[in-house]
């Protein structure tokens, strides 16, 4: 069974997606999701010059053979891109693999360790009465974890609080580039880290105080703290008891949350731009956080990730896989049968692709009750649409950037 064409299709149904798609000598198919949200033709061109090439002719069998030559023979190690590029072909791999053996692909990953997968969502307003309506809406879909983010007063615009996404009627295009924007050019937010941790605070006693004490809620720092203001948050929220509090701190700097963890029993989550096992070794080692943020998209597929978890398993780091929008259906396919296998889940966010891309990709994952199954079809059990995804040529888009009072550029 070896690789017989290699195609990277670029769409743009409600968003910017890159998917790698394999096909073998006896005409099984294998997909991979490479989407590196706002750089997207960056890991297009890697894989087109340098990856699909080598692909042609190898046997598709060899996954981790295929992984470690592409990876070792590269030589530059690691980085979104190449680690982007190296998880499509992995998870194409897989996919292809479970085809072959007639099985859902968590089947060759251990077979499954739970019966589903609790999902939270994102829940936003800019007062605090959007932010509840957010919430009930969150809870009538079915949503058991929801995540607060809200406005701070002072702050035109802020991470977080979907444009749309409390707007009856806009359903469709709800998350339409979210966070990104269309445009050639990043969209500037603003920033005050002390008007922040004020407010914060109060706005978790007001969610508690109308949802009550049992619905897990988590919160996302967006790296904009220094590690003594992350720990005033983490302590300041412990009444409320959250699931976690995410990247408090700028993720690249792994001693930081050590001093953070020092002060405060709030959980901690953390990896979502980080794109292998070294960015976590200090972190798991010293058990300085609960969560693993990867995707399986950004972090070298399934066969990495994978590592990576059975690594933290052993210091009860949990999987906490991120999923946004820019997460496509193939990447989050992949997350669901990963999430079902290991041992150490912990809770995988969720949020939903609109119309358009949910016709370009069909899937065959359920979603009852607040919880997530990947489905039984042979492989991954998404199907790309060709034709469909012509319709929808790729659009420029970023995700926006901060700045402070004075101008001075801030983390975003
Ligand atoms: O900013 O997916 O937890 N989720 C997040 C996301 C990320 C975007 C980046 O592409 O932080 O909203
Ligand atoms: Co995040």
Redesign the pocket.
């Given at each position: 069974m070896r690789i017989d064409r290699a195609e990277v299709i670029v769409t743009s149904p409600d968003r910017n997606f890159v998917t790698l798609k394999l096909t073998t000598d006896d005409g099984l198919i294998g997909l991979g999701d490479a989407t590196l949200n706002g750089r997207e033709l960056a890991v297009v061109a890697y894989l087109h010059e340098h990856v699909v090439p080598l692909l042609i002719g190898i046997d598709a069998h060899k996954i981790e053979d295929t992984w470690q030559f592409l990876y070792r023979s590269a030589y530059w190690r690691r980085g979104p891109v190449t680690m982007a590029a190296i998880a499509a072909v992995d998870v194409a791999l897989w996919d292809i693999k479970a085809k072959a053996a007639g099985m859902p692909l968590y089947q060759l990953l251990g077979g499954a360790s739970r019966t589903g997968l609790l999902a939270y969502g994102h829940a936003s307003g800019k007062s605090t009465s959007e932010l509840f309506d957010s919430v009930r809406k969150h809870q009538a879909e079915g949503y058991k974890a929801i995540r607060i983010q809200t406005g701070v007063p002072g702050l035109k615009s802020i991470y977080g609080i979907a444009s749309n996404a409390t707007l009856e009627g806009n359903e469709g295009k709800r998350y339409d580039h979210e966070p990104a924007q269309r445009g050639a050019f990043p969209a500037e937010e603003d920033w005050d880290t002390r008007s922040y941790l004020r407010h914060v605070p109060t706005v978790f006693e007001a969610v508690r105080n109308e949802f009550g004490p049992e619905i897990p809620l988590l919160h996302?720092g967006?790296h904009r703290m220094t590690p003594i203001q992350a720990a005033k948050l983490g302590k300041s929220l412990e009444p409320y008891d959250l699931f976690w509090l995410?990247?408090c701190t700028p993720a690249e700097n792994q001693e930081a949350l050590r001093l953070v963890r020092q002060h405060t029993t709030t959980p901690l989550a953390i990896g979502?731009v980080f794109n292998t096992v070294w960015d976590y070794q200090q972190l798991i080692r010293e058990q300085l956080f609960d969560y693993v943020?990867s995707a399986v998209t950004h972090t070298g597929g399934i066969s990495a990730l994978k590592k990576i978890l059975e690594y933290a398993a052993q210091y009860q780091v949990k999987s906490g896989m991120?999923g946004?929008t820019d997460i496509s259906p193939v990447g989050m396919a992949a997350a669901m049968h990963l999430g079902l296998a290991i041992h150490n889940f912990g809770i995988q966010?969720y949020m939903q692709h609109g119309e358009k891309t949910n016709a370009v990709f069909s899937q065959s994952f359920t979603w009852n009750d607040g919880m997530l199954h990947p489905g039984n079809k042979p492989g991954l059990g998404v199907e790309l649409d060709v034709d469909e995804a012509g319709r929808y040529p790729y659009e420029t888009a970023y995700l926006p950037y901060n700045r402070l009072a004075d101008g001075t550029v801030h983390d975003w």
């Open positions: 996302d967006h995410e990247d979502e943020r991120h946004p966010e």
